[in-house]
């Protein structure tokens, strides 16, 4: 590919719309681009640890691997780690018919290695304060690089960074880098076609299926449409939505409470295994008519670690409500002035740990009476923001 054609790349911001001149401005900028490279060159013959949110969701995946493989470019050796589960369907069939390098690090057997093997840690559609890893990983290497689109958390200081909440997938943004040189992808290396149809899955999977896609994405899309296996998506695609999910569902569905266009729900208790259901359940709320934003939470039970948390997802195709702002200011923060919660354009979450009470009871009565208490208090802070009056 010519590199200077490439690097002159020309995508329209999304600012572009209101100008008049139609300004057109390269994203990302050369000087960025350029960043990046110094950034890889300067580790160059090292590890690094790439570390995604506890749930990674195809985006993450997708733009992990892309970014082991540009790192691959400057003899950077990387490990993809999460510490919680790949719970949606999707993202198990997207691991393994991709052969996707994805490894559980949970948080005991984070402690028991050996760190200084590598040299940096990298983190890709998300700050850290989605990882349990964070705090262990933090103290002892340094993080040289976020790529990301949910809005800025500012909370750890990276040698490089490029967040950029106006795109809808970090997908897109990694596959900017690929098109601007950082790796050329060859359509006759098998690692090259996975790696762009799992792109593509994340690139459509944070835009709705491209129908909230920005000129950027759509850039992107195109892009990688010479070099994806359209079968190997249509497989990944249609591993279908397991009973258990169907049953969440069906809960959200008969709890849900309209107000205002909002459409709340409370799930009750759910396996950490099906926790992926609640963001497929609010996905689903949303498509009834006059419901702009959904709220779908539940109480999710890891029978093992005896851990309990308030888990909640928030979908809304209201393009004047920011998911970050809602979530912030609904829960507000923890004693440690950590917010419960944030997102990114039109989808968020929050996790709300239930601490003293925590601990699976076969109780059904002292169960019913903890979640009564947990959703009543829920719907309480969100009463108030979906009808102020
Ligand atoms: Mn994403």
């Known amino acids: 590919m010519n590199q200077s054609q490439v690097n002159h790349l020309e995508i329209p911001t999304k600012n572009s719309h209101n100008n008049s001149q139609n300004k057109i401005i390269p994203i990302p900028t050369n000087l960025k681009i350029e960043a990046l490279r110094k950034n890889l060159e300067k580790y160059s013959n090292t590890r690094q640890l790439i570390i995604l949110q506890d749930f990674p969701d195809p985006d993450a995946l997708s733009g992990a691997w892309a970014y082991k493989l540009i790192a691959q470019q400057y003899d950077i050796e990387s490990d993809i780690i999460y510490a919680g589960t790949l719970s949606h369907q999707e993202n198990i069939a997207l691991v393994k018919l991709t052969n996707l390098p994805v490894q559980r690090w949970t948080v005991e057997t984070t402690k028991k290695k050996d760190l200084s093997l590598y040299q940096g840690c990298v983190f890709i559609d998300n700050q850290g304060t989605t990882s349990q890893l964070t705090s262990l990983v933090k103290p002892t290497l340094p993080v040289t690089a976020i790529i990301d689109h949910h809005s800025l958390q500012d909370d750890l200081k990276p040698e490089f960074v490029d ?202 009565e002292y169960s019913q009476k903890k979640w009564d208490v947990f959703n009543a208090q829920i719907k309480q802070k969100l009463f108030k923001l979906v009808n102020p009056k």
């Open 163 to 364: 967040i950029r909440p106006a795109v809808k997938a970090t997908a897109t943004i990694l596959t900017q880098y690929i098109q601007a040189g950082l790796l050329e992808f060859d359509s006759n290396t098998a690692e090259h076609i996975k790696c762009a149809t799992a792109l593509m899955h994340g690139l459509r999977s944070d835009t709705n299926q491209l129908r909230q896609a920005t000129d950027e994405d759509f850039l992107a899309a195109a892009y990688l449409s010479r070099f994806y296996d359209s079968s190997l998506l249509d497989a990944v695609l249609q591993s279908s939505r397991s009973k258990r999910v169907m049953d969440i569902i069906e809960r959200a569905l008969s709890h849900r409470w309209i107000d205002n266009n909002f459409s709340i729900s409370g799930v009750g208790y759910l396996r950490a295994l099906d926790r992926d259901a609640i963001p497929q359940a609010a996905d689903f709320l949303l498509t009834e008519e006059n419901v702009h934003t959904a709220v779908v939470y539940g109480i999710v039970h890891d029978k093992q670690e005896e851990l309990e948390v308030v888990i909640g997802s928030l979908r809304t195709n209201k393009i004047t409500l920011d998911p970050d702002e809602f979530i912030k200011e609904a829960f507000g923060m923890d004693a440690q002035g950590r917010f419960f919660g944030g997102g990114r354009s039109q989808a968020g979450g929050f996790e709300i740990p239930i601490g003293f009470l925590s601990g699976f009871n076969d109780n059904s």
